[in-house]
């Protein structure tokens, strides 16, 4: 992780966002806090933050409501959801809307410190998209080749990729198959990389 960035933490609960705090500050961090989602927000667009992290469900603003905002009007910020017990899907959506990745609570002080590692050290985020363009392409190679591996993400989905150095939002791609998203970010797919992920598409298995 890249210490000291800006990381704004939003969240209802004080307890969720003081720990935050502790963890990040720990990195070396300047971590500021807001315990409502409009608060959050108000800052957010305000001010300059390299990182905000936001409970997907707080009783002020909807979660999604957020990211959709912070991915409109400040696309430069990388958006790092938490969300509790049964939102883990609606997680999985602002993934796919650009959110850099999740983390369930309750959560643990190394599992913050990994999300924010995902964060691109540099302002393109070509080194490390590039990088995991290629873990990508290389999931996408063995789940073709390799029947057992690819049964296994069939029905077991993102969670045999918790070995791999991915964001969620390539796990999630990957899990549900979306040829869309994977083409955009990694490049045109080969004909087995291709007919993998059609398999995915058209297996029921959710």
Known sequence: MVAGRRILVVDDEPMVTSSCQRILAAEGDEVQTAESGREGLRRALSEQFDIVMADLRMPDLDGMELVRTLRSKRPETAIIIITGYGSVASA?????????????????????REAVSHVPADAEGTGPARIEAELVREVLRLAARDQNFGQRLLYEGSRVLSGYALTSQAKAAIASGDIAWIERECGELSVEERAWLRRRLEAEIW
Request: hydrophobic fraction near 50%; proline fraction near 10%; charged fraction near 25%.
């Open 92 to 112: 999985v959506e602002a993934v796919k809307l650009g959110v850099l990745d999740y983390i369930e609570k309750p959560f643990t002080p190394a599992q913050i």
